[in-house]
């Protein structure tokens, strides 16, 4: 998402990322009414070659929404939610590109 595309195709992927994160965090059983949560985005390139972690922001920020239209909390906002820095890990050989969500919480 941090390349030059249009701002209309941009807001497309963002829309879709939005919208996925809320079905899978539903497929997931994933809480809601939560009063603070900790997202963090991982993601395993399918080949290793320098990458930026900030490019990985964008994304996190749309899954980060799309967790708030689930209803995990309120609002992404820093006393609700803590966002964590995107993390790169080193490519598997033979398995493709992923990325996942890890999200912490205490029951209270």
């Known amino acids: 998402m941090n ?10 992927i963002t829309a879709g990322l939005r919208s996925d994160t809320k079905l899978l965090a539903k497929s997931a059983s994933v809480p809601t009414g939560l009063a603070h949560a900790t997202v963090s ?21 749309a899954c ?7 209803g995990l909390v ?12 995107p993390l790169i890990h080193p490519a598997v050989k033979g398995q493709p590109g992923t990325l996942w969500l890890e999200i912490e919480w205490e029951n209270s």
């Open 3 to 12: 390349d030059r595309t249009h701002w209309r195709a941009k807001a497309r």
């Open 41 to 61: 985005l991982h993601y395993q390139p399918a080949a290793n070659r320098k990458r930026d972690a900030d490019n990985l922001v964008p994304v996190l920020k």
């Open 64 to 70: 980060c929404d799309g967790l708030v239209d689930h």
């Open 74 to 85: 309120a609002d992404d906002t820093p006393d609700l939610m803590q966002k964590l820095m």
